[in-house]
Structure formats: structure tokens, C-alpha cells
């Protein structure tokens, strides 16, 4: 045997025997049945559903028992909200296709009702001091957590998952007491706990699968603050 | 088949080769996470197959090499200068050097390491792992001895064996 493959071999039976340690890191079975079955239960994801997905089935139920008060509430704020009601200019029976309200203590409230005008809601956001990037996709969409959601211009933050999951709902905390109408989307965001270097990625799209109606969600994330990714 | 059957008797050999190509539990779970729900929403499909779990199994490969994220890697925990010949155990020099060596492979490219994990992992054939990868085995074969290649030369050059007592520093 040359000197060249028995140091191959060793090479290779030491590999065996590294690679057999990491088992250990397996996740456990019962957290992978239940990310299979509640896409909800899944790390650093967060959704906010519309109405009409049955995935969200269990948290709907709750948000749902609120909808006639959130939708009074609503339709109140926007008609006094004046110059901060931005977006698509409603026709006179029709809501706007979204709106950001910033309310007492400085916390802004948007609303998203259609999925039209991504960049004037990116540009109402920033001007609010949110560094962000809204991205609205008209199709089907099955969300996932890889880096490859995030648009191509932004990086994901260096950080845990579990750090930016305790950050992201500090920012931006979930269920919102408006979390949810029958065909809108409420984002509840706390300027002040976004830090230095850090923005917002906010995804609204139509809800898939089992989708009926005008219903979409929501996915957020967090980002490294860039002039390219979110405006600073 | 159905998911549940799928899940009680192959579960846990998935999930653990999960942890083997991504080297820790974080990304294992990021990778995870993705291809069990789309597995869960495909299943009318996915359980049709005669294999289900080696198209998981491919599913896992694909989501690994193609995710963008590089969270934290095992790298090894110690310096030469930090180890004493004179005190270590025959089974913690073996352990330092495991470290090493998948510190080593964890710099790897993501198709390098996956081939080298469906290959002394998993036991895989060339063939086999060609076609999870959608190559050729030519590709197989030469991102294996590649990859073996900057084993033996990262652990013989960056990364020494444990340094000789006298090199130690107060």
C-alpha cells in the first residue's frame, strides 16, 4: 500500500468517524412534526394571515372574533388619518389599498388591504423612519425561511435565529391587537426598537395554498439596514 | 404511504442526516423546516413515490447547497498553543482532532461536503449520489477527491497536530 493511500484511507476513516459525532445535532422528531404540520411553528418566520387560510385556522379563530371592531376602528382612523392615509387614492366607497397611521406613543400601524403600490408603502415607511423594503407578490406564494426569500439587494443580519426572532417581535410584535380582517393585513411596528444597522423586510402575497378570495399574508424579516436594501 | 407511517419509521435517519450535511442543529433545523412542509403539502405526490424518503432526502441536498445563509460552523475549539501533550488523553487528542477535521469540512464547499456526506455517510454509490445531485458521476468523483484533497492539506498545514510542549507559552 503507497504512503498516499494509506493516508487517503486514514483521511477517509477519520471522516467516517467525524461525520457520525454530528448526529447529535439532529433535530428532535417532535419538533419536525410539528413544523410539517403548522408551518406556523416554524423559527424566524412570521405570518400574518388574512382571512381564509385554513392553515392559520387556530390563530385566525381568535383574530377573526375581533373583526368587527378592528374594521369599525379602522375605517374611523382612516377617515380622520388625512395626509398620513397614503397610498392608491380610494374612490369614494373604497378603502385604500393601504395605510400607515402612526399612533400616540410612536408606533405605526399599517394596514394592507390590496396588493398594489409596494414601493409608495416602502416610501411612506422610510419616510416614517422605518428602514424598509416592501415587496408585494400578486401570485400564490409558499413562504420559507432560506436567505434566498430576502431580495437580492439585502443581507440577512448577523445574528441567531433566535436572536432575530426575539428582536422581531420586539420591533414588530405579532398578533397585533388589529393583527387580522376579513380581507386585510395589520403590521404593528415600534420604530424605536429597530437599532442601528437593522431594517425591516415586510413580504405581503397571496396566501397559498387553499387560498379563497382576496386573501393574502404577511411574512417579515429582518435585514441589514443598506442604502440599496432599505433607503439607509 | 402515509406521512405518519413516513415519519414514525424514517424520521429520525433523515433528520439525522439533516445534522450530517449541515454540521450543527441550526442549520439542520433551517434546512428541515423548509423541505417537510412542502414535503407535508406534496405528500398526495411525494407519497406515491417508491422511494419517498430518498426524495427527502434529495429535497434536503437541494435546499442545503442552494440556501444563501451561512450561519455559524463547528470550527475547532482549540489552538495548537493552548493543547499540552504532556496531559492529553489518547481520547481527547482523538477529539481535538475530530474537531479539526470538521472544522475543515465545514469550509468546504456546500456540493463538496454533500458529496462527501452522501458518500461516507450515507454510504452512497457515485451513481446514486449523481443522480440526487443531478450530475455526472465524473462530477461526483471529482468533487469527492477534491474535496479529500483540501482535507489532507488543511489538516496537514493551517491546522497542526497539537504542538509539542516546549512550543507552549506561559
Known sequence: MTGSKESRERTEDDLRAALKTLEQQAPTVDWALRVAHDPAARKRLRLAPSAGWPGWSRLAAAALAAVAVTGVALAVATHHSGSRTTGIAPAPAR?????????????????????????????????????????????????TTSASAIPRACRAPHMSDKANATLQEKIMPFPGPFAVGPNSVVLVIHPSAIPAGIGLFIKAFAASPGTTGSGFALQTDLVQASPLCTGS | MRFEELAARRLPAVLRFAAVLTGDRASAEDVVQEVLIRVHQRWDKIG?????????????????????RKLPRLVPSGRGSEVDDRVTSDYAARHAERDALLGELAKLPRRQRAVLVLRYYEGLSDTAIAAILGCAQGTVRSSASRALATLRIELSGPHPAPAMPEERKP
Open chain 2, 48 to 68: 406515491g413515490l417508491d422511494q419517498p424518503e430518498l426524495y427527502i432526502r434529495k429535497m434536503i441536498v437541494n435546499e442545503f447547497i442552494s440556501s444563501r
Open chain 1, 95 to 143: 378603502l385604500a389599498a393601504w395605510t400607515v397611521q402612526r399612533v400616540p406613543g410612536g408606533t405605526i400601524r399599517v394596514t394592507i388591504r390590496e396588493l398594489r403600490d409596494a414601493a409608495g408603502l416602502q416610501a411612506q415607511l422610510r419616510a416614517d423612519r422605518v428602514p424598509a423594503n416592501v415587496m408585494f407578490l400578486r401570485h400564490s406564494f409558499t413562504p
